[in-house]
């Protein structure tokens, strides 16, 4: 089957590389959710101790939350129910087991950290003459940048063939770009075609049937059977050689391993919000990652990128259906990965998370895009709810679903708890939950959530290596001391964020998919208050809890100055001179990528 423009491509330049190869056809059929599950094979990695790790993790939880929630509700029992009170004890409940059990996951993961115990596969074997099969690389990419996109590409591919890999892998660029801007994506392909050091092959789709998973089906079904794994990445993503091949030793050497997912950093950062996460990411994201790894064992998550995919069990397991019903909730299901890590253990599979250096991907550079990215992950975690009852699936993948749908339940449920609150102040004078409940809970509270951040920092002052890294102790101190702050007048700008995008999914409104905003710019102030309005409302509402209880309004004070300050916050962390500037002073440090940033590199030229 000849691509749109082959023939216009092999007469412009007769020593240009063959698009595509031969094909190799492999069923993928579409998978029913529904009726007998499907037969299984055994499982040959699962870590010992698994049921008493999760039970572990479920117990802990539990006696925090039931021993908070107890506390609340004799405290309210003895002030008097009425039915804000209620309400206040319905949002309480699972709002504290949702903090604790984030706290409590990452407590496990900072003792495996600190005690020298990695999680996971030990080790990643890095010998490229380990493999024995063919590996394909798959990029897909939409209307992306073709400069940026094309050189992340050539330096992969530099960095594939320097470990030894260039006999075994081929990488894909799969493009679902609009036709103009496939004529600059082939036109990048061809200059990179001839020069790089492993085969490096171009396909666009005239249409974009179910996005990116359609994309990946469709190459499975053309050429999967020619190919043993297949590592899936993100047009942002970037891999060193070594870990691709390392991946792909691990695949070889364990068969049963039907997907190892590997937990990517940030790259490429250059806004002040890039600089912050990318800190936040490196600095407290490992003890949480660690604390993941330990329970989920061979029923690890997928995250659709920077993960390497056993291509026959995928086409065997993980055809999508689509959903009943029109979209938001209905039609192709949008976050496709986490369902599709379902389904593959689903089917006997194993599902792994590594820890591994050379993993990266970038991030949205301003706090807007980042919402818009957030938005559409609401819509489709919140599909998975209409999953869970699939036959044949494990407890551990359900666990999964229901975390990942929650995270956008628990913002609304804080917003309502803040809501009950502040009109118990105004009609009664008092809020319950902080005048009456004992003190102990409300510190509790506040370890909870803060717990994590300042067990990452002790995990980074813990060695010398990591210390120097970060810019050195003092680097690391004054990083966190800008980070906790800005945390704090962020939080109530994402809760209004994702509850007026729960909103709109309710209302029938899509997310959308257009492509992601990955080029840095300055977002004026005055352009963000429009979108702003119910922020700032809020705020003042807050705010104005100071003229009935002084006392109260200083516990609702950060959430009053972090949407007040909304805009500012918005507009001076899009800015990539402050960025610089806080890198200059030495702020958000970080160790450096394994390759170099390829953000530079122009793969059209030469």
């Not at 492999?26 to 029913?32: A, E, I, N």
């Amino acid at each position: 089957m000849s691509e749109p423009g082959s023939q216009a491509s092999a007469t412009s330049s007769a020593a240009a590389p063959p698009m595509l190869p031969a094909e190799a056809p492999l069923d993928m059929p579409v998978q029913q959710l529904e009726g007998p599950p499907p037969a299984s094979i055994e499982v040959r990695t699962q870590p010992p101790g698994l049921l008493v790790k999760r039970l572990l993790l479920i117990a802990t939880t539990a006696v925090l939350s039931l021993s908070a929630s107890t506390e609340v509700r004799l405290a309210f029992s003895r002030a008097g129910l009425d039915p804000l009170d209620l309400v206040l004890l319905v949002l309480f409940v699972p709002l504290f087991s949702w903090i604790a059990f984030g706290f409590v996951n990452s407590a496990i993961g900072f003792v495996q950290l600190i005690s020298g115990d990695h999680p996971g596969f030990t080790a990643i074997p890095g010998p490229a003459r380990a493999l024995r099969h063919r590996v394909a690389v798959l990029m897909p990419v939409y209307n992306e940048n073709v400069d940026a996109t094309f050189g992340r590409v050539a330096a992969m591919a530099r960095s594939i063939a320097a470990s030894g890999g260039a006999p075994w892998i081929d990488f894909f660029i799969l493009s679902d770009s609009s036709a103009e801007n496939g004529l600059r994506e082939q036109a990048a392909w061809q200059a990179l075609a001839r020069e790089a050091p492993i085969t490096v092959y171009y396909r666009r789709r005239p249409v974009n049937t179910a996005r990116k998973p359609g994309n990946i089906a469709d190459w499975v079904r053309r050429f999967g059977a020619a190919y043993e794994s297949m590592l899936v990445l993100d047009a942002d993503s970037l891999m060193t050689g070594d870990a691709i091949v390392g991946m792909a030793s691990i695949m070889e050497e364990r068969p049963s391993i039907g997907l190892l997912q590997t937990v990517p950093m940030i790259t490429n950062a250059r806004t002040l919000f890039q600089r912050w996460m990318q800190f936040a990411s490196e600095a407290y994201g490992p003890i949480a990652t660690a604390g993941l790894l330990w329970w989920s064992g061979s029923e690890a998550n997928f995250w659709g990128h920077n993960a390497i995919v056993r291509t026959r069990a995928f086409a065997q397991s993980c055809g999508l259906p689509e959903l009943p019903g029109k979209p938001p909730f209905g039609g192709h299901i949008q976050s496709h990965d986490m369902l599709e890590s379902a389904l593959l253990r689903r089917r006997g599979w194993a599902v792994h998370m590594v820890m591994i250096d050379g993993s990266y991907e970038e991030y949205p550079p301003t706090m807007v895009d980042h919402a818009m990215r957030d938005r559409r992950w609401m819509q489709g975690n919140l599909q998975h709810l209409r999953v869970l009852d699939s036959t044949g699936l494990h407890w551990a993948s359900r666990l999964h679903l229901v975390i990942g749908a929650s995270a956008y339940l628990t913002s609304p449920g804080w917003l309502l708890l803040l809501l009950t609150s502040a009109l118990q102040v105004f009609f009664s004078g008092q809020a319950t939950l902080i005048g009456v409940t004992s003190p102990v809970v409300l510190w509790l509270t506040v370890l909870l959530l803060f717990g994590p951040k300042l067990m990452g920092t002790v995990w980074l002052l813990s060695s010398p290596v990591r210390r120097r890294a970060f810019g050195g102790a003092g680097g690391v101190l004054r990083s966190v001391a800008l980070d906790v702050p800005m945390a704090i007048l962020m939080a109530p700008v994402t809760m209004m964020n994702q509850t007026k995008a729960l909103a709109a999914l309710a209302l029938g409104i899509p997310s959308g998919w257009a492509s992601q905003t990955r080029e840095a710019r300055r977002i004026p102030v005055r352009s963000v208050l429009r979108n702003l309005r119910e922020h700032l409302a809020l705020g003042v509402g807050f705010a104005a809890i100071a003229w009935v209880d002084p006392t109260i309004a200083l516990w609702f004070s950060p959430i009053t100055l972090g949407l007040l300050s909304a805009p500012w916050l918005i507009s001076w962390t899009s800015s990539e001179a402050l960025g610089e500037r806080a890198q200059a002073w030495g702020f958000f440090r970080v160790p450096p990528p394994q390759m170099g940033d390829p953000g530079e590199a122009d793969a059209t030229k030469g």
